[in-house]
């Protein structure tokens, strides 16, 4: 077990699409959130007392994390460096013409849903931790205004998948 703190400076936070498009986001202090649950159980209750425990259905995971607001929509089509912005791609809004359209990670569910996939490094450089939140939506998109001015980015997915390289 690690004795090395780690901070927001050893993440990196990675969307990602049903093709091999993704885009890392820059986050400000403790700009990630994302819940982890374990499979939900349900008491089954004989006269007032637990007979027994089975498990529930999956629950949605939520999710939000907060950047600095650069713009919402990437550089113009005339611009050859053009890229999306977090807004674009979490919306599939690819308004930039230069920009490949983003593609769902699961098809055959209705809204666009795409992966949010954090690593965190080991300080000490001995390798790091992935935390994959997968097939998120995310209904919220919040602006607010001041030094810098931010957006805020909240939703839910449907499953997380942790690994190490440690």
């Not at 007979?51 to 629950?59: A, K, L, R, S």
């Not at 935390?131 to 602006?143: A, D, K, L, M």
């Amino acid at each position: 077990m690690s004795t090395t703190v780690r901070t927001y400076r050893h993440g990196t936070l990675k969307l990602k699409d049903g093709t091999p498009q993704e885009m890392t986001v820059t986050l400000l202090d403790g700009g990630w959130s994302g819940a982890i649950k374990g499979k939900p159980i349900i008491p089954i209750i004989d006269r007032g007392v637990v007979d027994q425990v089975i498990f529930g259905d999956n629950e949605l995971l939520p999710f939000s994390f907060t950047t600095n607001f650069r713009e919402l929509y990437g550089e113009s089509a005339a611009v050859l460096t053009a890229t999306l912005t977090p807004y674009e791609f979490i919306t599939a809004d690819t308004n930039n013409t230069l920009t490949t359209a983003l593609l769902s990670v699961d098809a055959t569910q209705e809204p666009y849903l795409f992966d949010a996939e954090l690593t965190i490094a080991n300080p000490t450089g001995s390798g790091s931790e992935v935390f994959t939140w997968g097939e998120c939506y995310c209904p919220s998109i919040r602006f607010e205004e001041g030094l810098p001015n931010k957006l805020s980015f909240e939703g839910e997915c449907q499953s997380f998948t942790p690994s190490s390289t440690i």
